[in-house]
């Protein structure tokens, strides 16, 4: 019986070398391979074992589930945070956890996020700050939450830095990721003749959130002054052109925004980074428990 074809972003180990990278390219059985040094190898199937495969043949590998307790910082975003939500709308929570260091350390490694059924999501915290430093939506607003259920003295350190995380790249990561969306989606209006209009509620969102974080050094939330008419949106009742152009007009808006920023070209890097050794020294201490 064959092994199952693999696809590009699946992280793989040679069985020959030992080696760990990512698939870039992939055919029927043959695949090359990009490795963390920069380098890359062609491979045929035979010679890959998909990592994920590797980890739970390692004894002692921990159970996703048993590391919610390790979930240092929680909070609530979605429609509820943005003051959207209507009835029956579900609860998103997010957060970071902090593994134990010898969990950390271990050959059998841990899952970058946790997830459940319940619209929960929490990055390690590696993870957490590398998306920050990317300006991630998501997970800047998480920082600014203000409806907060969990956070321990650690994680209160990182809250009260947030600021570092906020840069120009917010135009680059908030525009790209709009433009992009918004292709798909005139796409499928061509194509099938529908389309998610809560997506497009979201995706405007973004862009008046992106404004303001240009101009004031600040991730809303909440968006009360637009509730309204970004609800009207969401429920199919204004026509596709007329939300084009608002996200024209908005273009225009964080296009401008950027250009009289005072907000640094460049995140926070060094402060990001003894944060988090700060956090991997905790990790290993012995006072350290969930």
């Avoid at 920069?38 to 002692?60: M, N, Y």
């Avoid at 943005?82 to 841990?110: C, E, T």
């Avoid at 292709?183 to 061509?190: F, G, M, V």
């Avoid at 974080?213 to 949106?233: K, N, S, T, W, Y």
Wanted: charged share 25%; net charge neutral; hydrophobic share 40%.
């Amino acid at each position: 019986m064959n092994a199952p074809i693999l696809h590009i972003g699946t992280k793989v180990v040679t069985k020959s070398r030992g080696r760990v990278g990512v698939i870039a390219l992939a055919g029927t059985q043959h695949y090359r391979i990009h490795f963390p040094d920069g380098s890359a190898e062609d491979c045929v199937r035979a010679d890959l074992t998909i990592f994920k495969h590797l980890q739970s043949e390692i004894p002692g590998a921990p159970d996703p589930s048993d590391l919610f307790p390790f979930v240092i910082y929680r909070c609530i975003v979605g429609s509820t945070a943005f003051g959207l939500n209507q009835q029956g709308s579900d609860i998103d929570r997010r957060g970071f956890y902090l593994p134990p260091a010898d969990l950390h350390w271990s050959l059998a490694g841990l899952p970058e996020q946790l997830e459940n059924d319940n619209e929960e999501v929490y990055w390690e915290l590696e993870k957490f700050i590398r998306l920050a430093l990317k300006a991630n939506p998501n997970v800047l607003e998480c920082l600014y939450s203000p409806l907060v259920e969990t956070c321990t003295p650690l994680a209160q350190e990182l809250i009260a830095m947030r600021h570092i995380f906020l840069s120009q790249t917010v135009h680059r990561t908030y525009n790209a990721y709009v433009l992009s969306q918004f292709k798909k989606l005139e796409q499928d209006l061509r194509a099938h003749g529908n389309i998610r209009w809560k997506h497009v509620m979201h995706l405007i969102r973004l862009q008046l959130s992106g404004i303001q974080v240009l101009r004031e050094g600040f991730v809303p939330l909440r968006v009360d002054a637009h509730r309204d008419r970004l609800l009207a949106i969401r429920r199919g009742e204004v026509p596709w052109d007329q939300v084009e152009q608002w996200r024209l007009a908005l273009h225009g808006e964080l296009d401008a925004a950027l250009a009289s920023s005072k907000l640094p070209e460049h995140p926070g890097y060094e402060q990001a980074n003894a944060f988090l050794l700060r956090a991997r020294r905790f990790a290993a201490s012995k006072e350290y428990s969930a």
